[in-house]
């Protein structure tokens, strides 16, 4: 099984968003060293803690840093971007890096404000049509012409061939059969919708045909996405993930957006105890929010996720306020898989 890291930039304690840009490549670098196979950039606004705003713009680097590990994004908010700007961005980075560059599309709000200060024309009304978008997309980077007649004369560094193929991030079944439907590259956010995994990576096999544009794929390919929190021993795993479970819980339950992750010591205190590692997931049965735990519990979640899902990659996400311990989670799992 392939495994991959999604990365928010979460900003560490006593550090800056220039440090955690600088930790992310430090971390690209590791990974790209211990075997990962995908390192991605997610595109956030809006959030203090995490300063992953323009990923096109550090994906130059962290591939110019790096030797063999894919680089991309996890991913660009096609609502709040031009569908041929995308393309030309990536189109752009395909012709220098024409092996390891990785395109991931999603669409999320940002929040009022950010959402507002993305739009091209704030008076209009924000009627964004996903699907349509997302075909747009499709047809730039294969080449074709467009369903918008007035568009097509234009050209995306013609001598080039197709790609990069996209790659639809989702947390439904509805997207999951869509991407299936139109021969597109699927990563679930098993963190956003654990509830969905199995589900809608069930769809996606099943109703997955060949796509018919040519910067789509010819068979499916699927990663699942997941948060995780690992350490020598599970009691100091859940102690580390205490963190990650408050600014989840102050986002999604409150909408409070803090500016620095907590210490695990202050985290505990505000939930008022440390929560113990779910167990792993059953087929049929309820899925974890987070894998806690030492190294090998954590390899046998991930195997069992991957091998209820028929997924052939996953790929973990952290949120923990000390870099070297992001550093010695990526070590731990590599040193368990390579073990086995």
């Known amino acids: 099984m392939k495994l991959s890291i999604l990365d928010a930039l979460p900003i560490c304690l006593g550090e800056t968003g220039l ?4 930790n992310g490549i430090e971390l690209a670098r590791h990974a790209d060293r211990l075997g990962f196979h995908r390192y991605w950039l997610t595109e956030h606004h809006g959030v203090p803690s995490e300063p992953a705003t323009a990923p096109e713009h550090l994906i130059p ?21 031009s569908p041929y700007k995308v393309a030309l961005n990536f189109r752009t980075l395909l012709a220098l890096h024409p092996e390891r ?37 499709v047809r730039w980077l294969g080449k074709e012409p467009q369903a918008d007649a007035r568009l097509n004369g234009l ?29 597109l590259c699927l990563a679930f956010g098993a963190f956003i919708a654990p509830q969905e995994a199995e589900a809608a990576l ?32 599970r009691e ?7 963190p990650m479970r408050l600014m989840m819980r102050l986002r999604r339950g409150e909408g409070r957006f803090i500016e620095r992750l907590p210490t695990p010591e202050e985290a505990i205190r505000q939930w008022g105890g440390v929560v113990p590692a779910e167990g792993p997931p059953e087929p049929g049965g309820a899925w974890p929010d987070y894998v806690v735990g030492d ?43 390579g073990g086995r």
């Open 19 to 22: 440090d955690a840009i600088r």
């Open 61 to 81: 680097s962290l591939l110019a840093e790096t030797q063999n590990i894919r680089v991309g994004a996890g991913g660009i908010l096609l609502n709040h971007h």
């Open 101 to 137: 560059l990785d395109l991931g599309v999603g669409r999320a709000s940002s929040g009022a404000a950010a959402d507002l200060a993305l739009m091209r024309d704030r008076e209009a009304a924000n009627q964004i049509d996903r699907d349509a978008d997302l075909d747009e997309l």
């Open 155 to 183: 050209a995306i560094l013609p001598e080039l061939p197709p790609g990069p193929s996209p790659w639809v991030l989702c947390a439904s079944i509805r997207s999951a059969r869509h991407a299936a439907e139109n021969g």
């Open 202 to 233: 069930q769809a996606y096999f099943q109703y997955f045909r060949p796509a018919s544009h040519r910067a789509g794929i010819a068979e499916p390919k699927a990663i699942l996405a997941v948060r995780v929190a690992v350490a020598e021993t």
């Open 236 to 242: 100091q795993a859940e102690r580390q993930a205490m």
């Open 295 to 337: 190294a090998a519990r954590v390899a046998d979640t991930l195997d069992r996720m991957a091998r209820i899902t028929g997924v052939g990659e996953v790929m973990i996400q952290d949120f923990v306020p000390v870099h070297a311990q992001r550093l010695q989670t990526c070590s731990l799992i590599a040193k368990q898989f």
